[in-house]
């Protein structure tokens, strides 16, 4: 394992084991792998380049009371209850930035709202649920630790909070790469928002980017090839290109009532510089939520009248674009040809129009999320391996 955790000497094995170590380089050890975390908490998201991050500290210089409190104060805003965000929201607020708040991601739980009944910016996570430190709650239930004294932290140092420190930090956890910020309205209630505000610094070196790839509505391509594939099964619809509607895909029936289709997908890539070493996407682990839509199709003319869209779960793949694909896409200027990332099968926004007097297809707009784990060798100083 790294150094940062052994420099010292520390034997975080057990209580009786850290009792041959000073109080104080335990503290200062917690206190520094937690300011390291929270750190990269932050550094992680997908945020505009002007959004101000706090110092990663490399040698904790604190009194011990402070650093206590802050190791607690931190942890417990990572696992605070969504539902508890309410007794810090003012009415009338403007947007509050969450940074480091409720940012794990219990991926053991799926929503039980499906789409089109969810509202995007009124759910925290899409609907999925973070990790907390309620007694009984999911952290407690899956990792099978006592939260006690980190909701009820002892007055003075304890070794056992220390060790519950230590355990806690030791968990592969995902976190969003979203950045999410809240408001608290008066009849709305508390409403979220999942900004990513993608950018490149330089893409030709190794400086940190994120960078974001999405392919036009251009009625024609890899995009709409794969919705082609899907739709050509419905004798009843025949495919024209309308000057009206020349930058969609329009299927068409012999009562000349249309069925406009809209489409983009949208690849990702991601480079960050951590503790040793340059990390991309594909090194921390990452998994992915996308929610889409349920196609309703009272008069059943549209091909896809068996289509049903709604949650998935870790569907990222691997993708390599071409420089022509690319040069074709909305995508940053400059952008070189290489491997990118996309939430699989969600693909598509579809309107329909004058079919009958019946609107016959409900749409829900698609929305993707990316988390990563950060908790490994090379990303941070303070590590270990987490328990099988």
Known sequence: MPSGWTNSGID????????????????????????????YIHRVKFIDKNYTIDPLETDARKRIENM????????????????????????????????????????????????????????????????????????ETQYSIDLELL???PKRI??????????????????????????????????????????VNDINSNDEYFIYVSEDNIGEGTVFQDIEDELNNNETLTIIFDSLFESDLTYQTPSFDRL???????????????YSNTF???????????LGYIQVDQLSIAPFSNVLYGFYKDELKQEV????????????????AGTYYTCDDILTNFDNFNIGSVQGITTQPTKSSFFIKFNKEGFLNYYTEPPP
Not at 120 to 132: A, H, I, R, S, V
Not at 160 to 188: A, F, G
């Open 260 to 274: 406009r289709i809209t489409a983009e997908r949208s690849y990702f890539t991601y480079n960050i510089s951590a």
């Open 68 to 139: 206590t409190f802050y190791i607690n104060s931190t942890i417990k805003g990572w696992l605070t209850p969504i539902s508890d965000l309410e007794d810090v929201l003012t009415i009338g607020n403007p947007l509050i930035n969450m940074g480091s708040l409720c940012c794990y991601l219990d991926d053991s739980y799926t929503p039980t709202n499906t789409p089109p009944y969810i509202n995007f910016n009124t759910e925290y996570l899409y609907g999925f649920k973070n990790l907390d430190y309620t007694q009984g709650g999911n952290f």
């Open 321 to 336: 674009l071409t420089q022509s694909r690319i040069d074709d896409s909305n995508s940053s200027p400059g952008l070189q």
């Open 280 to 290: 991309n996407i594909s090194d921390l682990n990452p998994s992915s939520i996308s």
């Open 158 to 199: 304890s070794l056992e909070w220390c060790k519950l420190i230590y355990d806690i930090l030791q968990e592969d956890l995902k976190v969003s790469v979203n950045n999410w910020r809240v408001r608290k309205h008066s009849t709305l209630g508390t409403l979220f928002y999942a900004y990513g505000e993608l950018f």
């Open 151 to 153: 909701r009820n932290p």
């Open 12 to 39: 975080w094995t057990s209580v009786e084991t850290m009792r041959n170590s000073r109080t104080e380089d335990i503290v200062k050890e917690l206190y520094q792998a937690v300011n390291e975390r929270d750190y």
